[in-house]
C-alpha cells in the first residue's frame, strides 16, 4: 500500500507541469485597431470641418424614419457641437417588396426638395354631386385638417378621409390613400353605376401600368365578389363599396365609394380620381441637416436641382441596435443648405461614409 | 585452509605492489551480465525523467574527458564480483560462487594453485586462467597465473593500458581446460588486491537548492531591475580530483513585477470602444537542465556549464478594461504572451566542500537566448540578463 502511495505521488510529481498547463485560461487579445469607419470631412461655409464617429464624442446613429408614412434612410454623424444627417427616401412606395433601393446600382443621388405648390388638392367643389354636399371636413391621417378643400405640400402616403355632411343632414366618411410626390406603379378607378331598378353594376377603370392580378369588391366589409366588376341589387340606404386590386407588378391598391340605395344623390365618389397633382417623385432622393451650435440647416429648402451625391459605393455594414441592417455610403457631395430661422444659405462640400439604415 | 585477515590483508597487498594486471571492459561486461539486478532505490525513481538527460550528458562527457584512457568509470553500482572469467558455457558446469563486492572491500577470492603437470602456456605474464573449483562451495573458483602469482585485478591503474591484451584475449579463448590438473593443484585463498584506493566512488546523486538574484529580462525603467530567484534541483555528478562533470534537472523560479504589457485598441464602428488590456507576471518558472564540467582540487569545486531553460509555467495578473470600465480582472496560470520557452544559460560556479557531501557555492549565469518579444512589454530589453545564485549542494548515496 506503501509503494502504490508512494508511486501516485510521484506521479503527481511529474505530471504537475500538465496540470497546470492543463488549467491555463485563454487570453484573447483585444480586437485589432480600425480606422474610423463612419466619417464625415469637408467645409461648410468656408469652414472645413472632420467628424469620426467615435472620436471627440462623435457618434454614427443609423435609423430609418417615418416621414408621412415614407421610409427614410438616414444616417447622423457627430457631437453636440456638429452634426451631420444625410437620409434616402425610399421608393417604390406602393410596392413594399421594391421600397429598398437597389444600392449596387446606385451611382448618384438627387436631393429632394420641398414643394411650394400643393401636391394633392381636394376639394368639396370637384365632386359630382357637390350641390347636394352641404360640407366636407377632411381628415389627414385621423387628423381633421380642412374644410371643403384641403391642400397637401408635403410628399407622403396619407390616409385621407372626406366626412361628407349632404344638404339633407346626412353625414358619411370615405376614406381613400393618397399618395403625395411619389411615383405611382399602378392605379386604377372604381366606377359604378345604380339603375332606376337600384341595380348596382361597379367596374374597374382607368390607365394603370400593370395589369391587374385579382380584385375584391366588399360591401361594407362583407366581400361580394371577385373579379374586376360586381353587380348587385342595392338595398336602401347608403352603403360603402370597397374594391381591393393587387397587380402583377405587386402593387395593392383599395379605393372605396359610398353607394346611395334610396337613389337621392347622397353618395360620394371615389375623391382620388379628381386630384390635382404635379409630377414631384422624391423616390430615393437625399436630405441633409446639419446642425451646427445649435444652428440647423437643410438641403431640401433650396434648389439643389444641380447638385448630386456622387456615391463611390454602398456596402453593406451589419444590424444596428434596433436591428436594421446598415449600409455604409460612401461618397461625395456639394450641397446648399439653409438655414431654418435665419435662411441664410451655406455651401457644403463633403466626402463622407455615413452609415444608412434600411428596412 | 584457513586465512585469517591479516594473512589475507598481507597478501593483497604483495600482490597489487608486484602484479600489474590489464583492465578489459570485456570481463566487466560479462561478469555484469551475470550478476542480479539491484533494485533501484525510490529516489532514482523519483528523478527518472531527469536523470535519462543526464545519462546521456554524462555518457557524453564521459567519452569526452576521459577518452584518452581506457578506465572502467567507478561507481556503475553495486556488483557481485565472480571469481570465474570464463565464458557462460563453462560457468554452467562449474558451481557458480562468489562473494559480495561491496563499496567497502572488493575482496576476493581465489585458488591459488600450483600447477605442476599441465602448466598452462601463456605468451604473457599477465594471462589469467580459469581453474575448477572444487571446494564444495566454500572454495571458489580462482584464477591462476602462470607464474603461480594469481591476482585478478578489476579495476586497474592508468598505467595498465601498457599491456598487450589482444594477446591475452586469445590465450583466454585459447585455454584448454581439461589440460588443468586440479588434482595435483595445492589450493589456497589468495586475496586479489585491495580496491580500497581504487573503488572510490566519485559519482554522486546530488541535491541543491539555490537562491539569489536575476536581472529582469526587461527593463521597465532606466536602471536594471533585480529579481529574487530560488530554485531546486537534482542531478548527477563525477567529481574526482582534476576534471569531473555534473548534470541535472531543476526547477527554478524568478519573482517580481517588472514584466509587463499593456495592449490597448481603439476599435471603432458606430462609436469607438477603447479596449486595454495589462498583463503583468509576478511569477515565472523554468525547468533547467545544467550540464557542467567541473575542475575539483581538494574541497574547491570551479564549474563552467551551460544550462538549458525551458519556461514551465507563469503566473501573471491580468486585467481588461473596455471604455475605462474594469471587465476582467484576475490571476492566470500558465500565459506565454510575449515569454519564449527556450533559453541558454552558460553559468560559472565555484563550491566549497564543506564536507564530505556538502557543498557551499556560488553561481553566476547570463541568459543568452532573449526571454521576451522587446515589442509587447513596457521597457527596454536586457541584454544577456545576469543571475547570482548562492548553492547549496547535498550529495547522496546510493
Redesign the interface.
Given at each position: 500500500m506503501m509503494k502504490l502511495s508512494?508511486s501516485f505521488y510521484?506521479l503527481c510529481?511529474?505530471l504537475l507541469?500538465v496540470f497546470?498547463?492543463s488549467?491555463?485560461?485563454e487570453?484573447i487579445?483585444?480586437?485589432?485597431?480600425?480606422?474610423?469607419?463612419?466619417k464625415a470631412e469637408g467645409t461648410f461655409g468656408g469652414t472645413s470641418f472632420t467628424l469620426?464617429?467615435?472620436?471627440d464624442g462623435?457618434?454614427?446613429?443609423?435609423d430609418v424614419e417615418k416621414i408621412n408614412n415614407i421610409d427614410f434612410y438616414k444616417g447622423t454623424l457627430g457631437n453636440g457641437n456638429l452634426k451631420l444627417e444625410l437620409g434616402i427616401f425610399s421608393g417604390n412606395v406602393d410596392m413594399p417588396e421594391a421600397a429598398t433601393p437597389d444600392f449596387s446600382s446606385i451611382t448618384q443621388i438627387n436631393f429632394a426638395q420641398q414643394s411650394y405648390q400643393p401636391l394633392i388638392t381636394l376639394c368639396r367643389d370637384s365632386m359630382p354631386n357637390r350641390d347636394l354636399i352641404s360640407q366636407v371636413n377632411w381628415y389627414v391621417n385621423g387628423i381633421p385638417t380642412a374644410i371643403n378643400t384641403l391642400k397637401i405640400y408635403n410628399a407622403g402616403k396619407y390616409e385621407i378621409c372626406a366626412h361628407v355632411l349632404f344638404n339633407d343632414g346626412t353625414l358619411k366618411m370615405l376614406c381613400n390613400e393618397v399618395v403625395a410626390g411619389f411615383r405611382s406603379n399602378a392605379d386604377f378607378n372604381l366606377n359604378f353605376f345604380i339603375g332606376q331598378d337600384l341595380k348596382f353594376k361597379g367596374w374597374i377603370g382607368g390607365s394603370s401600368n400593370s395589369t391587374i392580378e385579382s380584385a375584391s369588391w366588399y360591401q361594407d366589409d362583407v366581400l361580394m365578389n371577385e373579379g374586376t366588376s360586381l353587380g348587385f341589387d342595392v338595398s336602401p340606404g347608403l352603403h360603402t363599396i370597397k374594391v381591393v386590386a393587387v397587380f402583377t407588378n405587386g402593387v395593392r391598391k383599395t379605393h372605396s365609394v359610398v353607394i346611395d340605395g334610396d337613389l337621392s344623390g347622397r353618395y360620394i365618389d371615389d375623391f382620388t380620381k379628381n386630384i390635382q397633382s404635379n409630377a414631384l417623385e422624391l423616390d430615393y432622393t437625399a436630405k441633409i441637416k446639419l446642425t451646427r451650435n445649435g444652428s440647423v440647416y437643410v438641403s431640401e429648402t433650396i434648389a439643389n436641382n444641380n447638385n448630386k451625391i456622387i456615391v463611390e459605393e454602398i456596402t453593406y455594414h451589419g444590424i444596428?441596435s434596433s436591428g436594421f441592417p446598415v449600409y455604409i455610403l460612401k461618397g461625395k457631395l456639394n450641397a446648399n443648405l439653409r438655414n431654418t430661422s435665419s435662411l441664410e444659405v451655406l455651401p457644403l462640400q463633403l466626402s463622407v461614409s455615413i452609415?444608412l439604415a434600411v428596412k | 585452509m584457513n586465512w585469517t585477515d591479516d594473512e589475507i590483508d598481507k597478501l593483497f597487498q604483495e600482490s597489487a605492489s608486484k602484479v600489474d594486471v590489464p583492465y578489459k571492459d570485456t570481463y566487466w561486461n560479462e561478469m555484469e551480465a551475470m550478476l542480479p539486478r539491484k533494485k533501484r532505490k525510490?529516489i532514482i525513481?523519483?528523478w527518472g525523467?531527469g536523470l535519462s538527460f543526464l545519462t546521456f550528458a554524462v555518457a557524453a562527457a564521459t567519452v569526452i574527458a576521459l577518452s584518452p584512457v581506457e578506465q572502467k568509470p567507478a561507481g556503475t553500482g553495486k556488483t557481485t564480483l565472480h571469481s570465474g572469467t570464463y565464458e557462460s558455457t563453462q560457468r554452467q558446469t562449474e558451481p557458480e560462487t562468489g562473494i559480495e563486492k561491496t563499496p567497502e572491500s572488493h575482496l576476493s577470492v581465489e585458488k591459488q594453485s600450483e600447477v605442476t603437470g599441465n602448466r598452462v602456456e601463456s605468451t604473457s605474464n599477465n594471462t589469467v586462467k580459469q581453474a575448477s573449483n572444487t571446494g564444495a562451495g566454500t572454495a571458489p573458483s580462482g584464477i591462476i597465473t602462470e607464474n603461480s602469482t594469481p591476482l585478478f585485478h578489476p579495476v586497474h591503474e592508468p598505467e595498465a593500458t601498457a599491456v598487450n591484451e589482444e594477446s591475452t584475449d586469445q590465450t583466454i579463448l585459447a585455454l584448454p581446460l581439461n589440460t588443468l590438473d586440479f588434482a595435483q593443484s595445492d589450493y589456497q585463498l589468495i586475496p586479489m588486491a585491495s580496491f580500497s584506493g581504487l573503488k572510490k566512488k566519485h559519482g554522486r546523486i546530488y541535491v541543491e537548492a539555490s537562491a539569489g538574484i536575476v536581472q529582469s529580462p526587461v527593463t521597465p525603467g532606466s536602471a536594471a531591475e533585480w529579481l529574487p530567484t530560488a530554485g531546486i534541483g537534482a542531478g548527477y555528478q563525477y567529481r574526482p580530483q582534476g576534471i569531473g562533470f555534473s548534470g541535472g534537472i531543476a526547477l527554478g523560479g524568478s519573482f517580481g513585477n517588472s514584466l509587463e504589457i499593456t495592449?490597448?485598441?481603439?476599435?471603432?464602428?458606430?462609436?469607438?470602444?477603447n479596449?486595454?488590456?495589462n498583463?503583468r507576471y509576478n511569477q515565472l518558472y523554468h525547468?533547467e537542465m545544467p550540464v557542467s564540467v567541473d575542475f575539483r582540487k581538494n574541497n574547491h569545486v570551479f564549474s563552467i556549464g551551460l544550462t538549458p531553460t525551458y519556461l514551465?509555467?507563469t503566473r501573471m495578473r491580468?486585467s481588461?478594461k473596455e471604455n475605462e470600465a474594469v471587465v476582467v480582472e484576475g490571476s492566470?496560470?500558465?500565459?506565454r504572451?510575449g515569454l519564449h520557452s527556450f533559453g541558454l544559460k552558460p553559468a560559472v560556479s565555484y563550491q566549497l566542500s564543506v564536507s564530505q557531501s556538502w557543498y557551499l557555492g556560488i553561481r553566476v549565469e547570463s541568459q543568452l537566448i532573449p526571454q521576451t518579444d522587446a515589442e509587447q512589454f513596457i521597457g527596454e530589453p536586457a541584454r544577456f540578463p545576469l543571475s547570482g545564485q548562492i548553492t547549496l549542494r547535498k550529495t547522496l548515496k546510493y
Open positions: 508512494s510521484k510529481f511529474l507541469p497546470a498547463a488549467c491555463k485560461k487570453i487579445p483585444p480586437p485589432s485597431p480600425n480606422d474610423p469607419v463612419f469620426n464617429a467615435g472620436d462623435a457618434l454614427m446613429t443609423p444596428n452609415g | 525510490g525513481w523519483l525523467g495592449r490597448r485598441s481603439k476599435v471603432y464602428n458606430f462609436g469607438a470602444t479596449y486595454e488590456q498583463l525547468v514551465a509555467t491580468f481588461q492566470y496560470w500558465g500565459q504572451v
